[in-house]
């Protein structure tokens, strides 16, 4: 008798009918696919027994497309239809991708949506579509392979993408005909591989990941079968392609090669020079040839210890992220348990000595450092598609950057943190600035920084119909709902009334990483100022506050209450005040607020003494015990 | 006759449901497909339809539609380890045949 179990409703499985899912891997320079067979997770090769995907689209003129080693072998002849390390125009504005199109041999052309479309002979493709066609492929991949449609597939993305580029990748597997179960951030997936749930104690565990086109280090931490992600850091414009392009440059001088050379020549120095560096991880020295723009061929060698020297500047500057993120977990280097590397540039020696030498412990590498994360999604994968009879792992992410939003004074109101666990919701309490005010407009904003115009700004929306209130009277709960895949929606709610609205924060273009990481290198060498101004603005905010309130009740009893020369004195203080709220001196402001509110205080008392006898007024005293 | 849970069932479920976080029972029925003629159909539960007929057993509320109930009456619903997998078990009293594997029946 076989065993069952219980399915959602409505998701009852025909006899017989495993899940088929699937862990993608969709990287810059390759991708892979891998699943769970017979209770093992592996990745899946293709018929040629090649278990790498070369993350290369080559479009033709009738239409058709060739995806993987097919199109990398045009690379060299048919540069501007052969797209190359898509991954790092995944959710990037059109002004993004120009920055980086210098390099490109790419003709870039801005969407309608601002999305960057890659001009072809096929037509415009968007970086979503080029992805789409990679996942096609290992899609069909894995259905021969497993002999069946896929139920859902867990796609990874680094640990330092936002949300854009998190759409981006879920909406590349939707055109892809893939059911996105979940995004899972690399790391996490890499540690999964490993098995370093499975351990008995608790640890911390840093993941190096250098891979084509990519760096990023993440700091996890164990806690009974459970990954939090502490911390992440990174560059993605930092990786193999990287030291290729620094190869390729020493090859060009070697070689003598002048000025800007032609795409095809481009594109066989970089394959040159990759293939050297790969040549150089088992090898001492390696013979080159490379034909050049006339014809001819120019012969040289590459040493290992030319090689350390040449990639040496990007070797230390991945050492940068790595001593942020540790910070940022608050970890000393003796607390790491295991060091996961990950990416097939960890495969470079020098790399591996320098993260060991770094991290004072001999790296983990014994899974093929391409295929860990590939392995790890699916095991994820197979979980998710309910193939396993419990959730017996749940995996926490983080967000990389704070969210909140706009208050007055132009102020950032940070709601969850940088660094926040997600799944996450989060609510805090708002209230109207004016008597009678019936809407409030609210702005999202992700950043560190304390004034909302040095932050990003994610969203706009608008809470219509407050009933009018007094100010401070209405009850808004602003509630920020982070899912899984790090996507955001905001709900605003006036509590007495029940009117809400609701915004889902999907940004048209995305934030490159070098901007993640510039916002927080400003949040800190800006804190000192970031506190003076966020003082000086709330100051001025106090001070609107107490005019407007002492206009409206000047306004309307100044003169029963108030004598001539009081009155005098009151409009001077106010006076002072406008002319201390002009200013920038927080201090002054304050002391501007407390003088008008001591000149005013006979007023006030007297103000509230009347309105609690008119209240009074016609009443027993028994009613208000 | 009824539907029932034994005791290793009946925690196993409720401790479901709890992780789930709603439904209001378990659904069992059978459904036309597989190798030998009926398949079992396991479900949560979130709603109970005004044909259904509710049984009660250690607690849990088992949900099934009247034509199921044909096939499945008398049925103790059980839960078993076997290597490393675990599930449920239907020990029903109308089966005549199953196939091999045992996901699917006649009777």
Redesign the interface.
Known sequence: MALLTISEPGQSTAPHQHRLAAGIDLGTTNSLVASVRNGVAETLPDADGRHRLPSVVHYRADGSVDVGEAAREQAADDPLNTIVSVKRFMGRGVDDVKRLGTELPYEFVGGESGMPLIRTVAGDKSPVQVSADILAALRQRAEQTLGGELTGVVITVPAYFDDAQRQATKDAGKLAGLNVMRLLNEPTAAAVAYGLDQQDSDGVIVVYDLGGGTFDVSVLRLNQGVFEVLATAGDTALGGDDMDRLIAEWLMREAGIQGSPDHGLQRRLLQTACRAKEALTEAEETSIELTLEDGRDWRGTLTRARLDEIIEPLVKKTLAPCRRALRDAGIDRGDIGEVVMVGGSTRVPRVRAAVGEFFGREPLVDIDPDKVVAVGAAIQADILAGNKPDDEMLLLDVIPLSLGIETMGGLTEKIIPRNTTIPVTRGQEFTTFKDGQTAMALHVVQGERELVEDCRSLARFELRDIPPMAAGAARILVSFQVDADGLVSVTAREETSGVQAHIEVKPSYGLTDQEVENMLRDSMEHAKDDMEARRLREQQVEADRVLEAIQAALAADGDEFLDADERAAIDAAVEALRAARGGTDHRAIKQAIENLESVATAYVDRRMNANIRKAMTGHAVDEFK | MAITLTEAAAER?KN?LE?RGKGVG??LGV?T???SGM????????EIEDTDVVFEDHGVKVIVDPKSLLYIDGTELDF?K?G???????NNPNVKD??G????FTI
């Open positions: 479920v479901f992780q378990l659904r459904r497909s597989g190798c398949a079992y159909v396991l479900e949560f539960a979130d078993g076997e490393l997998n675990e599930g449920f078990k239907f199953e196939c594997c045992g996901e699917s």
